[in-house]
């Protein structure tokens, strides 16, 4: 393959990797914005939490009485709420829960859902507000990961874009 092909190659690779990061760049930017009419309100009465702790990471699980579909708080909920009111919720005890409207129809369809709030009638263990903060801080890496990734695919197809346009108008002048 001579050179002009290899330049061809890496500009159709590198477009491509480009338009892939901005896609995942835009279904990105939706995680951390979750609001009372992108989210599917539910009650329901637990039936058994259990938490997992690796000590370096903590999640949680909540069974209930009316769903089959485990309700999941992820890590990076976890780490920042005060898992003791986790911990504090009861058999029989009521909850009130969000999950993303996305996701409303397959409750009862997969094994487990991650919710977005949680709450019982005493107490608000988070809040859409406090899911949205904690998830806006746990993607701004990889969001910005994703966007050094990307200005690198477009820096490598315009400099080889570039060279096939130098190497062409030379060839033209000989």
Do not use: W
Request: charged share 20%; proline share 1%; hydrophobic share 40%.
């Amino acid at each position: 393959m001579n050179k002009t092909k290899t330049k061809q190659v890496i500009i159709i690779a590198s477009v491509f990797f480009l338009l892939v990061t901005i896609g995942l760049i835009i279904s990105m930017s939706k995680i951390d914005k979750q609001t009372a009419e992108t989210s599917t309100f539910y009650t329901a009465t637990v039936s058994n939490v259990d938490i997992t702790d690796t000590g370096k990471n903590i999640s949680a699980i909540i069974q209930t009485n009316e769903y089959d579909t485990v309700l999941h708080i992820s890590v990076n909920i976890c780490k920042n709420i005060n898992m003791d009111d986790v911990r504090a919720l009861k058999n029989g005890q009521a909850i009130s829960f969000t999950i993303e409207n996305i996701r409303a129809g397959q409750m009862n369809n997969v094994k487990f859902l991650p919710i977005t709030s949680l709450k019982t009638a005493t107490k608000e263990i988070f809040s859409l507000e406090d899911y949205n903060g904690y998830t806006q801080t746990a993607a701004y890496a990889p969001r910005n990961t994703a966007i050094i990734f990307a200005s690198g695919c477009l820096l490598v197809a315009v400099y080889s874009f570039i060279k096939i346009r130098k190497d062409k108008n030379s060839k033209t002048t000989m």
